[in-house]
């Protein structure tokens, strides 16, 4: 498998491991797309992003993976107690995530950045009614 695949393999089973205010089961899709209908539930997607590649030293190198972990519902934008409770969660996983300096199941991989971006999808939420914020992550490996 592709070390950008184990590595948001890695993620999944950080997240699924914790406990949150919410119940889920995070998934490790390439795509966030889901019906309208598969939305009334709550979905948590790790999906690879991007990588940077650097020279480290004369025999390694240093990649910088980005993932994105988004956070979806289908919600009621006038609903502002679901809302919130679901930006909670937001700040939840982020924190857990900002929490952790290596993945369990990849502890090569160094957790170096952790941000909320966007917040929410503003255009999403008013015409499709489904909030989704998205958690970006970065990984740092050195080989």
């Not at 089973?13 to 406990?19: D, L, R, S």
């Not at 997607?45 to 289908?74: L, N």
């Not at 700040?91 to 900002?98: K, W, Y």
Request: aromatic share 8%.
């Amino acid at each position: 498998m592709a070390e950008i695949a184990n590595i948001a393999a890695a993620l999944v089973a950080e997240i699924n491991g914790h406990e949150f205010s919410q119940e889920f089961e995070a998934a490790r899709r390439y795509v966030v797309e889901f019906e309208l209908e598969q939305l009334a539930e709550l979905r948590v997607t790790v999906v690879p992003r991007a990588v940077d590649w650097a020279v480290a030293s004369r025999s390694k190198g240093q990649y910088d993976y980005e993932f994105d972990v988004a956070i979806q519902k289908r919600s009621d934008p006038a609903d502002l107690e679901a809302c919130d409770a679901l930006m909670g969660l937001v700040e939840e996983v982020a924190d857990f995530l900002r929490g952790l300096s290596r993945l369990a199941e990849y502890p090569a991989g160094v957790i170096t950045g952790v941000r909320n971006e966007p917040v929410y999808g503003c255009t999403q939420l008013a015409t499709q009614r489904v909030l989704t914020s998205v958690i970006r992550l970065s990984v740092r490996v050195m080989r």
